[in-house]
């Protein structure tokens, strides 16, 4: 069934790995951690399989391979790595500063990372103020909501005041694409950040985005598109 044109007048943005190239570094920081308790992985078999995974639930998959309960500090190590590493390392996925400059809808950001680690590199390389204060962090929460559960989406689409088709969501990862569909808002699959991989976009399309992108340059028309097609249920 054809759904009613509705003018999208949000875009939600993920952090890392569409704002932000910061995947593979983060998977690297993990798996320095991990790695002292003999986890041998790359960082880009680490993305395709964890990318968009909340880092307590990866520590879970952690225990299961190694068949043990980690340290009680190991998340405390992992995040102090995550936050040091991405801070100094991730560069700004290209155009996501000019492709802001274009848009005439609102903007703002939900993701599954805490609010100091956007902060510091989204400052770093001059996004910081074109979003805040609209930075969500699943961490926000109490206890926090992660992707796929659509709380975040949900939280920003009631600090503007909109309905879900009213936003379009632009996710890297099935997690995010998750949390968008249950949320009801339009979703686009974005796969030009470094630790993208072969099946990626056929995982996006499978998991629920409308269509996937490559460059964010591309990002201003496909919304057009999206106001004046409703899309199908």
């Not at 952090?15 to 932000?20: I, S």
């Not at 405390?76 to 400059?101: Q, R, Y």
């Not at 926000?140 to 309905?163: G, N, R, S, V, W």
Request: hydrophobic share 40%.
């Amino acid at each position: 069934m054809k759904v009613p044109m509705t003018e999208i007048q949000l875009v939600i943005f993920d952090c890392d790995g569409v704002l932000m190239d910061s995947e593979l570094v983060a998977a690297a920081a993990e798996l320095e951690v991990y790695s002292e308790f003999g986890i041998e992985m790359d960082p880009q078999e680490f993305c395709e399989r964890f990318a968009g995974k909340d880092s307590a639930l990866i520590k879970l998959d952690m225990e299961k391979e190694l068949g043990r309960t980690l340290p009680d500090d190991t998340m405390k190590k992992v995040h102090a790595s995550v936050d040091a590493k991405c801070g100094l390392e991730a560069k700004i996925i290209k155009g996501a500063d000019t492709v802001l400059d274009q848009l005439d809808q609102a903007r703002c950001i939900c993701s599954n990372g805490p609010q100091l680690k956007m902060k510091h590199m989204l400052s770093r390389v001059g996004l910081y103020d074109k979003f805040r204060p609209y930075i969500f962090s699943a961490k926000d929460f109490d206890p926090p909501k992660h992707k796929p559960e659509p709380d975040i989406i949900l939280k920003a689409l009631k600090e503007f005041e909109l309905q879900p088709l009213q936003a379009i969501v632009v996710e890297d990862s099935v997690h995010g694409i998750g949390a968008a569909r249950t949320a009801g808002t339009r979703v686009i699959g974005f796969t030009g950040a470094s630790h993208t991989y072969p099946k990626h976009a056929d995982e996006l399309i499978d998991a629920g985005a409308e269509t996937v992108i490559s460059r964010l340059s591309e990002l201003p028309a496909i919304i057009d598109a999206f106001s004046a097609w409703g899309g199908m249920e």
